[in-house]
């Protein structure tokens, strides 16, 4: 006979609550906070690949209305995780600094889920002659070479982003995307496209589901530069401009990531309404 699924078998809580595992002696009460949230944040992330996986799905397919709907969720999974660094922040830096040291390499560099996240959006750079220009930094580069984790940022890298699924369901919609976006090779960089950008304007302008879903993608994207300001100056008002742990570049890098839209194409057109 099976057994009975209870609340806290079927979310492994026993299991779940023993992930936190302090470093630091005593233990430093501090330290507690900062796993949790930063476990609690490798969920989320596993949460939004999760989303961006059925969101591709269903904008390769052509359904409007469930790629409205995934979109809408996968932004609201971002304000929780610019609302978590409001928890963060009450964590001074002499809080943090008193547990940092037991840190060692670790560094939230490390985060593959985010580095791959990043790939699903778009990003293309890597270690070495690939590596992103404004600062030299590869998506890859701080995690261990041959790892599973890696390879999963690597094979990312390697498949259609969530711009490429919108530019096909673009194409689904009867818009006329060039060909050349269409069979471009995915694991290259994204640039931004000015003939695609006036398919967009004319596109909102006649076609309003289509229209919805560019908007909700510029909520997605807004949400992630709002994270990527709101990380830059929690980090910033903690350890200052030092070297992050690990031997990562801190606040500078961070700080360099501004402002760089997920899809620019949505942005650039903003100005000709």
Known sequence: MSK????????????????????????????MLFIIIHQTYELWFKQLLHEARELQKQLEAGNTHKSLALLGRMRTIMKTCVGQIDILETMTPLQFNSFRGFLQSSSGFQSAQFRQFEAVLGRRDQAGAGADKKTGMGMAEHLIEGSPARKAVEEAMTRNSIWDSAMHYFKSQGHKVP?????????????????????????????????????????????????????????????????????????????ATLFRPVFPDLWAIRSRF
């Open 179 to 255: 060909k050349e976006l269409l069979t471009r090779n995915v694991s290259e960089q994204y640039l931004a496209h000015e003939g695609l950008q006036e398919v967009l304007l004319k596109l909102h302008h006649k076609d309003p589901d289509s229209a919805s879903v560019c908007e909700r993608l510029v909520d997605l994207d807004e949400g992630i530069q709002e994270w990527r300001y709101r990380h830059v100056k929690m980090v910033e008002r903690t350890i200052g401009r030092k070297m992050g742990t690990g031997g990562s570049p801190g606040v500078d890098y961070l700080a």
């Open 4 to 31: 009975a699924i209870t609340y806290i078998s079927y979310l492994k809580i026993d299991e779940l609550l023993e992930l936190q595992k302090p470093e630091s002696k005593g233990p430093e009460h501090d330290e």
